[in-house]
């Protein structure tokens, strides 16, 4: 079964700095790669996807991430971040077309500092 | 519409009652999922419908534990004889067509079991 490590479980950081959120995925086959971002007491919300094709993906909030199989990672980026990204971030896979079998990471907490 | 919504959004209960949720996804998907998060950790897989047919559980789903989507729209999870080790945020996601990429999650259920 697939299985995501997020390397990191808290990374502060000064607003307007740049900032990359770390995820390696394991999988005997081809995956679908997800970040999900979390609010406090909210539910997930989609950043972006890597399907197939580029391995550069760009998502909502001007987050992007590449994708590296040879590395197995999806490291989630962001140049310049603003107080309102203070959240908790969660690496996903699954398998394609199977939802049911997405797996979660343990979540990255980034608490960007004035 | 308005997206996947889960009530209620908390809710707190004694150890030894019964509680009681309610997801309803996205109009027109046809799938549902269940999963459950715990303090500090990423959603782990419970349970998904296609329709009304409840098509997989996970080992995290004790007896105690069941789930219904009757006419394939909205479901009920429900928890007997709850425990403090359930106490976690319960969540509903929907996705639509068996090839589906992504899946919508709801805000959310945080129970806590005292």
């Known amino acids: 079964a697939q299985s995501v490590t997020q390397l990191d479980s808290q990374v502060p950081v000064f607003e307007e700095a740049p900032v990359e959120l770390r995820c390696n995925y394991s999988s005997s086959v081809s995956v679908y790669l997800f970040w999900y971002v979390q609010y406090p007491n909210q539910g997930l919300q989609l950043l972006l996807k890597y399907l197939s094709g580029s391995t550069l993906v760009k998502g909502i909030n001007g987050f992007e991430a590449e994708f590296n199989k040879s590395q197995t990672s999806f490291h989630l980026r962001k140049p310049s971040v603003h107080i309102s990204d203070t959240a908790e971030y969660f690496c996903a896979v699954s398998r394609p077309y199977n939802n049911n079998d997405m797996r979660f990471g343990a979540g990255t907490r980034l608490t960007v500092k004035p | 519409d308005t997206g996947v919504s889960q009530d209620p959004r908390h809710k707190i209960t004694k150890r030894g009652q019964n509680v009681t949720f309610r997801c309803d996804p996205i109009?027109?998907?046809?799938?549902l999922y269940w999963y459950r998060q715990t303090l500090g950790q990423g959603p782990e897989f419970l349970t998904y419908?296609?329709?009304?047919?409840?098509?997989?559980k996970s080992r995290l789903l004790s007896n105690r534990f069941s789930a219904e989507r009757p006419k394939g729209s909205f479901s009920t999870l429900e928890i007997q004889r709850t425990e403090q080790g359930d106490s976690a945020m319960y969540l509903c996601?929907?996705?639509f067509g068996t090839g589906s990429t992504e899946a919508f999650f709801g805000q959310g259920t945080r129970l806590t079991v005292v």
């Open positions: 419908f296609q329709n009304e047919a409840q098509l997989e």
């Open positions: 996601a929907s996705s």
């Open positions: 109009s027109e998907h046809n799938r």
